[in-house]
């Protein structure tokens, strides 16, 4: 974990940076996918063929991963 300045004023807060690897020792992880504007991004994300973005690296080793997501999120990936 790292703890990164925050460069903007004013610095009311120091931001901390998780790696894949601290996140996938968690032993829940969620992701909160909330709009439309989400969609698109969201179907990458759950297409296994194209495996670049950086969501794509959380996959708990002993934990769970859960998905929140909204139907305008959700876009095409649900059943019609």
């Known amino acids: 974990m790292t703890a990164v300045p925050h460069e903007t004023p ?5 931001l901390v940076t998780l790696t894949p690897l601290a996140i996938n ?10 709009g439309a504007s ?4 969201l179907a990458e994300i759950l297409e296994i063929s194209s495996p ?3 969501a794509q690296m ?4 002993q934990g769970e991963l859960l998905w929140l997501i ?3 999120a959700a876009g095409s990936i649900l059943p019609r």
């Open 10 to 14: 004013p610095p009311l807060v120091a």
């Open 25 to 34: 020792g968690a032993r829940q992880v969620v992701f909160l996918v909330s």
């Open 38 to 41: 989400q969609a698109k991004r």
């Open 52 to 54: 670049s973005l950086p």
């Open 58 to 61: 959380i996959q708990p080793k």
């Open 70 to 72: 909204d139907k305008s």
